[in-house]
């Protein structure tokens, strides 16, 4: 997420496009990471360049741009003051934000043990996971004449390419 947002914020001083410290200036520099990215592995995967190394390259490089900002999350914070101006969880009894951390705790757990078990659904096993794991098995992005699915141009899929490559099944599918 650090990468997207990091090579969208790159992306947006090249465009010259306003930058606000705001929710919607991170949604702006999200998305434009995502496509570029995707985009960026498209074109790797047609001429043949998919690898690990250079997943690890592209990761390092969105993270380092997102670093090198003077104040990187000024979008974030300035969302969490809008959202919650001030923390509510000390007016709470201790029993109620125990029960709250428990619940945020084990919903991370299920959502861990959720990546970590093998797909089921059929969306995921035929179209999203098969083809970028197919991709990045033959190092291109290759014709998959017998799914119908696999002829839509490849956006999302290209992202789960690059995630596969730094981390297989469990990270793509915790995109």
């Not at 914020?9 to 465009?15: D, K």
């Not at 029993?95 to 659904?121: M, N, Y």
């Not at 002829?151 to 690059?162: E, R």
Request: one cysteine or more; proline letters at 7%; a positive charge.
């Amino acid at each position: 997420m650090a990468a997207l947002l990091g090579l969208g914020r790159a992306a947006a001083g090249l465009l010259r496009a306003p930058w606000r410290h705001g929710p919607g200036s991170a949604l702006l520099a999200f998305g434009l990471g995502a496509a570029l990215s995707s985009l960026g592995w498209l074109g790797l995967g047609l001429a043949g360049l998919v690898d690990a190394r250079l997943a690890w390259a592209g990761a390092a490089i969105g993270a380092g741009l997102l670093a090198v900002r003077r104040r990187p999350f000024d979008s974030l914070r300035s969302l969490r003051a809008r959202v919650a101006p001030a923390p509510v969880s000390r007016d709470l009894p201790l029993g109620i934000r125990l029960g709250f951390g428990a619940l945020v705790v084990a919903g991370t757990a299920l959502v861990a043990v959720a990546c970590l078990a093998p797909e089921r659904f059929y969306d995921a096993q035929v179209y999203h996971l098969a083809g970028p794991a197919l991709f990045a098995m033959h190092h291109k992005v290759i014709a998959q004449p017998n799914l119908l699915h696999a002829s839509f141009p490849p956006g999302a899929q290209m992202l789960y390419q690059w995630l596969w490559l730094l981390g297989g099944e469990p990270a793509a599918r915790a995109w």
